[in-house]
Structure formats: structure tokens, C-alpha cells
DNA sequence: CTCGGATCGTCTTGACTCGGACGATCCGAG
DNA sequence: CTCGGATCGTCCGAGTCAAGACGATCCGAG
């Protein structure tokens, strides 16, 4: 699992919105993160993945597509080489098996196992009900103006000009 | 300035969204994050700070308050020894300096010296520009929605019952 | 006063990440 | 066919982070 700050520092985190202005955009959007983050680590760890990224990993496989590491790891925004550790581990929960394309012996396609496809099912269970949870009580209406506007911030175009 | 992941996994995390269902929370959170911390990180070292949490520091400081460096950690979230590099650096650059508490020679009191409180005071109005680009065109009505909701996932008790 | 446990800041160590280098392989020019 | 450049996956090295160990210091019991 990924390291991450001790349930110390993690309760601190609560008290920062009394101590800076309680409507930060940024911090709130952090605290968010994080929260959401437990919560799906630990349903990782439950069934025996390593991290949201082992998921993000499996989700992207799970279409069936032929992918190529490199074009997975864009998909899921890790690095190629921090890929390939996972993969590897992957590979060793016999979630996933790496074959060798016949028509390109230099790549690698990675595909999602049977095992893998039921880790996978159920954790995406688990990612709905977690987000469920956080969102309970919101009604219908909200809900799609959070994700819209949240949507809306992530798309926002790198232009702000980069330092004079 | 904290390893991020380079340009080409930046704009491929947009690619995600085409292949996830386009309405995760989790997922869109986490852009909103990135994209936010671009900005920010642009910011900091623009004023010759390394991090996002360089500031988070100079802000806990900037009410001179006297604090410990526990607190300190608690307070900005992170943990204690990680902190001692961002005050190492932050005192090295002469925004704050590390005083002994008289009462109690084990702790010190880091404070922030008036160059720190400039520098405190740019970096904060280059991050309200930041959230108001973020946020160009949101009605004000919205605006406090977002945020109200985002507190509130972030608010959520850790009660998920901790794996029977 | 003395002494044991608790608490502070710092240091050490192991794990993780990522940029760059490397071997294997493909492909187009000649 | 041969050969040079491009592209794949993997490995290595520098940097970062945090859990645990450690010395210094405080405080309460006796």
C-alpha cells in the first residue's frame, strides 16, 4: 500500500479549515481527496490490491482492448517505469498475464485474467458504495452541479502563462 | 519542487475520463487537484518557494501564534519529519527562524520573520487568483454550493467500520 | 534530590517515484 | 540484405517521504 501520513496527521487535516479561511477552494479540494482516498485504499487492501492505482490499472484492462504498456501507462497517468512494478505485482496475483504481441515482439500486452476481472468487479462495487456514502443525502440535482463544476476546474486549459 | 509527473501523464489523466465513466467522483477530484496544483506550484517557486507546503507553513505561522513544531506538523499535515526539511529550507531562506521556547528547552518555536510574511502575503493573492480562475463564470450561488459540498465529503466521519 | 517514563526535535533506514540510459526489436532507405 | 534511427520494456541513480530509533529535556512519584 502507499505510504500515507500517519491517522495523526491525518485528523490535523480537519483542523486546518479552522485555522485558514474555511473556503478554500484548494484545501477543501485536498481534504476531499483524501478522504475519498481511505476510504478506497482500504477497500483496496480488503481484496488484496495494493493501491487505487492497482485498480486504475485493472479497470483500464478490463475492456478487453489490446494496449501496449506504454499506451496503458498514459491511460492511467502513472509513469512507465512505476508501471511496470505494477504490472509486475499484478502479473504475481495472477490478476493479469503479460503476452508478447506476435506482430511486434518489442511490446508487451498486458490482459485482465478471469481472478482479475472478479477483483476488479468487486472493487468498483466498493468504489460506488464509498462514493455513495460520501455523497448521501446530496440530492440528485447537486450531485451532477458537484461533478459538473469539478469537471470544469480539472478541464480548465493549462494557460495561465508560464512566468514572464 | 516536488516530483510531479511529467506533461505527457499530465494531459493523459484527461484521457481517463473518455475511458472511465465520465461522472467519477473520485476521478474528477483528483484532476481538480492536479489541475490546482499546477497553478500553485507554478506560484511557489515563482517566489522562490519549493512547494504548496511551504506556504501551508508560512500560513500556520503567519497569525503569530507560538507553535511547536508538533503542532506545527499536525496543523499543516505533515508529518513532523518531513517538516523539519521545509523549516530547514524556510530558514535558510530567512522566512522564518527557529527560537527555543525558555520554558521548555526541547521544543522549538518557529516563526515567521517579515520577509516570510511578504513572501506569505504574494503567494496568497497569486492563489486567489488561481481559485478565481478556477472558478470563472461560477455564479456566486454555486460557488458556495461547491464548496459546502466539498467540506462536507471532506467533513465525513472515518466511520466506515474498520474491516470486520 | 533522584529516577523512570513521557515528550520534544532530529537522524537513520527502507520503500517508492521518476528522469535518463540501455538492450532488444522494428522499419525504411539504399 | 544491411544499416541507422525510432520505439518498446526494463534497469539504474538521485531525490523524496515517513516509520522507527535516538538523545535531550521535562515532570511527577517517592
Known amino acids: 500500500m502507499r505510504a500515507r501520513p500517519s491517522a495523526d496527521t491525518e485528523l490535523g487535516l480537519m483542523a486546518c479549515s479552522a485555522i ?3 473556503a478554500d477552494l484548494t484545501f477543501l479540494l485536498h481534504a476531499a481527496v483524501d478522504r475519498m482516498t481511505v476510504d478506497l485504499d482500504r477497500a483496496a487492501v480488503e481484496m488484496g490490491l495494493n493501491d487505487v492505482r ?10 478487453g482492448q489490446q494496449r501496449t504498456q506504454l499506451e496503458l501507462s498514459r491511460i492511467v497517468c502513472v509513469d512507465k517505469t512505476t508501471l511496470i512494478s505494477v504490472l509486475d505485482r499484478l502479473e504475481q496475483h495472477k490478476l493479469i498475464v503479460r503476452t508478447v504481441d ?7 500486452i498486458p490482459q485482465i485474467t478471469p481472478a482479475g476481472r472478479r477483483t476488479y468487479a468487486k472493487f468498483a462495487t466498493a468504489r460506488d458504495a464509498a462514493e455513495a456514502r460520501a455523497l448521501d443525502g446530496v440530492d440528485p440535482e447537486q450531485r451532477t452541479l458537484l461533478l459538473n463544476l469539478l469537471a470544469r476546474i ?4 493549462n494557460a495561465a ?3 514572464t
Open 161 to 163: 502563462q508560464p512566468a
Open 102 to 108: 506476435p506482430a511486434d515482439r518489442r511490446v508487451r
Open 20 to 22: 485558514f479561511r474555511p
Open 154 to 157: 480539472a478541464d480548465r486549459q
Open 54 to 63: 492497482d485498480w486504475l490499472v485493472l479497470a483500464a484492462l478490463d475492456d
